[in-house]
C-alpha cells in the first residue's frame, strides 16, 4: 500500500500566490522527499528531509516535517506558472526492505 | 546530477510483443531502480537492479514478465515481457549515487501504449 498520501489532490492558484502541499504517512521513517515531475517528463528531486529534522529550505522552497503527526508539508512561495506540476512526497521508512515508496501526488496549477 | 538517458522515449506495440527499455547513465551510480507510473497515478516500483545478479523484485512483479539486466554500474534494461493492454504506462529508470538516504535521479521515462 502505499506509504505516503498527499492532499490535496488537485490545487489551482495564481501566479504570486503560495501553494502549500500536504503528506501524511504511516511508518516510522528515515527520510521523507518532494519531487515534482513536469507533464511527459521525469521526477526532479526538490527537498530531502531527515527524520531528525523539522524544516528545510531551498529557494522558494520551505518544507516541514512533524514526525509526531506522521504529516509533511511542501510550502512553494510567489508561485510562478513554471511551478506548473505534479508533486509527489516519497518515504524512506526504517527497517525491513529499503524502497522510496511515493504518495499518489498533487498536481498543481499555477494560472498567469 | 546524474544524466540519465532511457530509450526509447515512447512506443507503441502490439499485444503479445516485448519491448526492452534501456537506461545509461553518465557516471557510475550505487543504485538502478526501475518503476512503473500507470496513467495519472503514482509511481511503483518495479525492481532494483543489481550489477552482475538478479535483480530484486517488488511484490506483484515477476522476472518472468519484467527481465531486468545490469551488466555494470552505469546501464540497466528493462523488458516488458507478452505485453498486454494493462501494460500501457510510463516506465522509469532512476539512480541513486550513495543509497538511498540520498536524492534518486530520474530518466524522463518511456510512454509505452499496447494496441
Known amino acids: 500500500s502505499q506509504q505516503g498520501e498527499e492532499d490535496p489532490q488537485a490545487l489551482s492558484i495564481q501566479e504570486g500566490e503560495n501553494a502549500t502541499m500536504n503528506c501524511s504517512y504511516k511508518?516510522?521513517?528515515?527520510?521523507l522527499q518532494w519531487y515534482r515531475q513536469n507533464s511527459g517528463r521525469g521526477l526532479v528531486h526538490l527537498i530531502l528531509?531527515?527524520?531528525?529534522?523539522r524544516e528545510k529550505h531551498s529557494g522558494r522552497l520551505r518544507v516541514t516535517l512533524d514526525t509526531s503527526k506522521k504529516s509533511s508539508s511542501l510550502l512553494i512561495t510567489a508561485s510562478r506558472a513554471a511551478d506548473t506540476a505534479s508533486y509527489f512526497c516519497?518515504?524512506?521508512?526504517?527497517?525491513?526492505?529499503?524502497?522510496?515508496?511515493f504518495g499518489k501526488g498533487t498536481k498543481l496549477t499555477v494560472n498567469p | 546530477s546524474a544524466v540519465i538517458s532511457q530509450k526509447p522515449s515512447r512506443d507503441i506495440c502490439q499485444r503479445g510483443t516485448s519491448l526492452t527499455i534501456q537506461c545509461q547513465v553518465d557516471?557510475?551510480?550505487?543504485?538502478m531502480f526501475w518503476y512503473r507510473q500507470q496513467p495519472g497515478q503514482s509511481l511503483t516500483l518495479i525492481a532494483t537492479?543489481?550489477?552482475?545478479?538478479?535483480?530484486?523484485?517488488e511484490s506483484g512483479f515477476v522476472i518472468d514478465k519484467f527481465p531486468i539486466s545490469r551488466p555494470n554500474l552505469t546501464f540497466s534494461t528493462l523488458t516488458v515481457s507478452n505485453m498486454s493492454p494493462e501494460d500501457s504506462s510510463i516506465y522509469l529508470c532512476?539512480?541513486?549515487?550513495?543509497?538511498?538516504?540520498?536524492?534518486?535521479?530520474f530518466g524522463d521515462g518511456t510512454r509505452l501504449s499496447i494496441l
Open positions: 532512476s539512480v541513486t549515487y550513495r543509497g538511498l538516504n540520498q536524492p534518486q535521479h
Open positions: 511508518t516510522s521513517i528515515n527520510n
Open positions: 528531509i531527515r527524520s531528525n529534522e
Open positions: 516519497a518515504t524512506l521508512t526504517q527497517g525491513g526492505s529499503e524502497k522510496l515508496v
Open positions: 557516471s557510475q551510480v550505487t543504485m
Open positions: 537492479a543489481n550489477q552482475g545478479s538478479e535483480a530484486t523484485y
